[in-house]
């Protein structure tokens, strides 16, 4: 058997096992305002606060301004490198060519930019293993927005499973991401903190 075999046949059986949590997962009676997914075959249940919405509304907002609504989601399950990573990303921006696999899913491989609101709860896999899976798929752009720090983290040029180059921006400061595959500026100046 072949490495490509081997990968091949584990993402099948990860995502089979996806299935299956999240299957039950949608029979459980998950509060509303609550927002669930799996991270390296654990799951995550953690509540959306208005400061949380409201940042990702506005960059959600800003993207699809620039790129209309049909290519942006929040909240959706997309299946990314890893163990058992059935992420749902705050903010995910797909390419213009994307199509859903034939099980009717977004594939990790069309998504041109991710951001992710830090929960006091999950920072650990924002900035951990989520980090990790974008770039191990080669995520172009992932913006972590800290509403606890006042800052912005964006991360770019994956590479060999890590971003090569890390910039930290505070609330109020604009986040040029012109030259990258979003090529926008993110405006900051309204993103709320908490605390």
Known sequence: MTVLEDRIKMADANTERLDQWFERLER???????RV??????????????????IIFRIAGAVAAKFGMDRV???????????????CPDVAKLSDSAKKDDDGRWRYED?????????EATAANDYGRK???YAEAEVPVYVIADPYQ???????????????TETRVDFGTDIDLTGTVVDLVLKTEDFPRDR
């Open 28 to 34: 459980m009676p998950v509060p509303e305002g609550f």
């Open 37 to 54: 997914e799996i991270v390296g075959g654990n799951v995550h249940m953690t509540p959306q606060r208005d400061t949380h919405w409201a």
């Open 73 to 87: 989601l929040s909240d959706v399950r997309i299946d990314f490198p890893g163990h058992e990573n059935g992420f």
């Open 111 to 119: 998504v041109e930019f991710v951001a992710e609101v830090i929960s």
């Open 131 to 133: 980090k990790l899976a």
């Open 150 to 164: 006042g800052r912005c983290h964006v991360y770019t040029v994956p590479k060999d499973g890590t971003y090569a």
